[in-house]
């Protein structure tokens, strides 16, 4: 809630909503059952293992900063792999050879649909076809998104028209949650289109919102020193309370250790490097 607060305090102007993650993962499950059973031929796709776990048809994709555009006003942000897993195409490929032709996605939303067109684009390509998508969180306009794709929509949560923002709490601050903020990536020799993880020291790049420049995420330029002070500021505060529960001092360095150990069984497929702090990856918050 200090977090809430604090962006109230910084954006009066905008709402924020404060998501219960249990909850809404037990949506996403129940919606998961209703699609599998009005599309019975289909195999479910899983792009988020948070709200999506234990399925054996997974898509390693996410939304990577382009590096090269990091002093625009307006960073590239574009499709491509999970640090650590191979590219789109050749994961595309590699479900149809394993005989999947028709599919049911399931994601932690739908923003402005440009993932999804990018997904359906390579997936169609090796003769997969989506039947239906199933999303965590999804704007107002994502049915008309899905619609014009032909693809049915099952959402768990729908958001107000035109949604400023949404960002798991975990991406506001280094140390504290391991992989939490941006993986930032360069554009791929092979395939311009599709944006690589930059690896540094042979690890994947990944820096919280406030560690970043303005234009990384929806803070506004000149609110984004108050933002970044704020985070700073509750990152302190973890810290101190975080000792004062376990009885001892906690020094700044020891955050990612200790949240390693708690968050670390979530999701550790890779290891990810936060400003030089290298820390497994994890999809889970607010524990």
């Known amino acids: 809630m200090k977090l809430t607060n604090g962006i109230n305090e910084i954006l009066p102007e905008v709402p924020v909503w404060l998501i219960d993650v249990d ?25 988020d293992n948070l709200y999506f776990p234990g399925n054996e048809y997974k898509l390693q994709v996410t939304r990577i900063l382009d590096w090269d555009t990091k002093d625009l006003p307006a960073p590239v942000r574009s499709p491509g792999a999970r640090p650590g897993f191979l590219p789109p195409k050749e994961q595309a490929a590699a479900l149809a050879k394993q005989g999947v032709n028709k599919v049911i996605i399931g994601d932690a939303g739908i923003f402005d649909g ?10 169609n390509a090796n003769g997969i076809q989506i039947e239906a998508f199933v999303g965590a969180i999804c704007g107002a306009n994502a049915s008309g998104i899905t619609s014009g794709l032909y693809i049915d929509l099952f959402p768990a949560i729908e958001l107000i028209a035109g949604p400023y923002e949404w960002i798991e709490s975990r991406d506001f601050f280094d ?40 234009g990384w995420s929806s803070i506004p330029e000149e609110k984004f ?60 918050w607010d524990k």
């Open 23 to 47: 909850k809404l993962q037990n949506r996403c499950g129940e919606l998961k059952k209703v699609a599998v059973e009005k599309y019975p031929v289909s195999a479910f796709l899983s792009l």
């Open 114 to 123: 440009g993932t999804l067109k990018f997904i359906k684009s390579i997936l």
């Open 175 to 214: 140390g504290i949650v391991p992989g939490g903020g941006i993986v930032v990536g360069k554009k791929s020799k092979i395939d311009p289109q599709v944006l690589k993880p930059y690896y540094k020291n042979g690890k994947p790049t990944c820096i919280p919102y406030n560690r970043g420049f303005p």
């Open 225 to 284: 020193e108050e933002f970044k002070n704020l985070c700073q500021g509750l990152r302190e505060t973890i810290r101190i309370e975080l000792g004062e529960s376990l009885g001892r001092d906690i020094q700044p360095d020891d955050l990612a250790k200790i949240s390693q150990a708690y968050f670390g069984q979530v999701r550790g497929e890779i290891p990810v490097s936060i400003n030089g702090s290298i820390s497994p990856t994890t999809i889970s």
